[in-house]
Structure formats: C-alpha cells, structure tokens
C-alpha cells in the first residue's frame, strides 16, 4: 500500500498526513475541526488515538517487508494531558522494540507550540501474509 492511496481509510476521513517517516520516526499530523472533535467542541481522544495508531502502524509497516508481512495495531494506551478546540496537532512516534513479530511504539502528539496533548504507547503486531 502506498501512503497517498491512505486517502479512502480513516486516514483521510480524518485529515491525517504523514510527513516523515524513517527507520527511527514517523511523523504525522491532524487537524482539529468537527471531523475530530468530541460533542464538546474539544479534540476528541478517539481520534488522537487514531493518529497516534496510524503512526505506528505505519512506522511498523515501513520496517517490515512488505511483501510477506502487515502490520496491525495489537493494544494500545493513551494519556490525554491537554484539551485542544482548534488548529492541527502532530505526532511524532519512536520505536521503543523492533521485534520479529512484534514492534512497540512511543507516540507523542502535541500541538502548535510543542505542548503535550496526548501521550500514547502502541503495540503492533508483524503478521505473515497467506
């Protein structure tokens, strides 16, 4: 799957772009607007979770090879430290385990001035293609 075809997921419902991805980070951002609010007019924690889920997934997919294996999300946590009503937030995830079958992933998103919003570890299982 290439990143631009991203666009009929969630990723795109969502507005969420990538715009670094390496070995080391994966980088992403998000708008906050009615797409990601909660009925509060607040950022809603299902969608940073979505965005911080989509970082390492993809930061998982992008160590993998992609001919024979996938990546999918296996558990997940999240701290929301901060409420936001506007603007975009970014996300920034580091693998933490690069294993064989498994890959952890530290998730930070914050938003325009580099304060913390959401704090998120994710586990994603490396799973063999039939």
């Known amino acids: 799957m290439k990143l631009k075809e991203m666009d009929d997921t969630i990723l795109g419902l969502l507005g969420i772009e990538f715009k670094e991805t390496s070995d080391e980070k994966v980088v992403a951002t998000m708008p906050v607007d009615s797409r990601t609010h909660q009925p509060f007019g607040l950022l809603h924690g299902g969608a940073s979770v979505v965005l911080a889920e989509s970082v390492a997934s993809i930061g998982t997919w992008n160590l993998i090879d992609q001919a024979t294996e996938t990546a999918a999300g296996l558990e997940i ?7 936001k009503q ?3 937030v970014t996300a920034t995830g580091t ?7 498994t ?3 530290d998730v930070r998103i914050t938003d325009e001035e580099g304060k913390l919003i959401c704090i998120s570890r994710c586990t994603v299982a490396v ?3 039939n």
């Open 86 to 88: 506007s603007g975009t």
């Open 95 to 101: 693998p933490v385990h690069k294993g064989r079958t």
């Open 103 to 105: 890959m952890v992933w």
């Open 77 to 83: 946590n999240a701290n929301h430290i901060r409420g």
């Open 127 to 129: 799973i063999r293609k």
